[in-house]
């Protein structure tokens, strides 16, 4: 069972360093599915793999233009916010709900829904829609929270929604929404992460996974992220909406399990 965790974890890690996607996207659900740990376990290791993901990539990417300093400061602060936001509204439903089952059937149909979203957005309406570069600070801010929002709420870095905005918000094409998306969910991730300790939120978990998923994390994001410089954004676009396919049945899979 570790050896299929490690193996799942570095090949959906990879996939996110490819085209963006957190890896968390898909190792959460996979996770799910066979019921290793529970859902606020697993949100918490797939949070931090995502986490070690985006670092090992963006590293990797210091030489390519990221997101515009100003902007950028804008944006991660929005994720720094909306990832505490997340976090408590996570903790909310797990309350109120009283039950991991529950709280799995939320995450997966959010999940599964701005996967939907997001699929529709890039197969269907990407070259209909009118792009444009947002420049109003507050709007910056707004869209970060957004994304922060999802990534601490999911536990899963929300790559697909985030995508989706950088495409709209800011006419990036596929490979740089998707270092962009990964600089964005690193700060957003820390932030929660931050969160959960101070509140002591942490949850119950065998260590070696965390040690199995984080290594698994940075090794997929060090391949990802060589693949990346090889495959051109044509093929990037192709593997991106395959992936996203396979998330929201997985995703409906998982809801209809656990109600």
């Known amino acids: 069972m570790e050896l299929l965790i490690f193996f799942v974890c570095l090949a959906a890690s990879a996939a996110g360093g490819i085209c963006g996607i957190g890896g968390g996207v898909i190792i959460k659900p996979v996770l799910d599915a066979l019921g290793v740990l529970s859902v606020s376990a697993i949100s918490f290791l797939s949070g931090l793999t995502v986490l070690s993901m985006s670092v090992i990539s963006v590293f990797r990417q210091r030489k390519a233009r990221l997101v515009e300093l100003g902007t950028g400061s804008l944006l991660a602060a929005g994720a720094v916010a909306g990832g505490i936001a997340g976090n408590a509204a996570f903790q909310a439903v797990k309350a109120m709900a009283g039950s991991d089952r529950f709280t799995g059937v939320v995450q997966a149909l959010v999940l599964a829904l701005v996967t939907l979203l997001t699929l529709v957005y890039s197969a269907f ?107 051109s954004a044509e093929a990037t676009d192709k593997l991106f909406a395959g992936l996203l396919c396979g998330i929201v049945l997985i995703c409906l899979y998982n809801a209809w399990r656990f109600a």
């Open 125 to 231: 309406l990407r070259d209909r829609l009118p792009s444009f570069r947002v420049q109003n600070p507050l709007a910056c801010v707004g869209i970060g929270g957004i994304m922060g929002l999802l990534s601490a709420f999911l536990g899963i870095g929300g790559g697909p929604v985030n995508l989706a905005v950088l495409y709209f918000a800011f006419s990036m094409d596929t490979k740089k929404a998707a270092a962009n998306s990964l600089y964005i969910i690193m700060f957003s991730q820390f932030s929660s992460f931050l969160t959960s300790c101070v509140q002591g939120t942490i949850p119950v978990f065998p260590w070696h996974y965390l040690l199995l998923m984080t290594a698994a994390g940075v090794l997929g994001g060090i391949l990802g992220s060589r693949v990346n410089k090889r495959i």
